[in-house]
């Protein structure tokens, strides 16, 4: 994410910093967050806390796709890494469905 890295930049992040985070933190709202408070004088640990809660709206996103996704742990394992936001929105079929 390209509006990432000029944002840790100009906190003083170096390029390498920026990229673990990147690496680390599934989802850019939750990098940004996390970016947030360490930028504002945060601890380390309610920045970690921001981004957690941030990223905890994927646990009911997929309970509700669960039903839906076939074959072993690992393979359903693989195939929840593509629920976000917007394959969430775009799969569900209605009345509690979701499409794979």
Request: charged residues 10%; glycine residues 16%; proline residues 2%.
């Amino acid at each position: 994410m390209v509006s990432f890295g000029a944002i840790s930049s100009s906190q003083g992040w170096g390029y390498v910093a920026s990229v673990i985070c990147s690496m680390a933190v599934f989802s850019g709202s939750a990098q940004f967050a996390l970016l947030a408070t360490l930028g504002s004088g945060g601890g380390p640990a309610g920045a970690v806390m921001s981004a957690a809660l941030i990223n905890s709206r994927f646990i009911p996103m997929g309970i509700a796709v669960a039903g839906d996704l076939r074959g072993g742990r690992f393979r359903r394992a693989l195939e929840g890494q593509a629920v976000v936001d917007g394959s969430w929105a775009a799969a569900h079929l209605g009345a509690g469905r979701f499409d794979r």
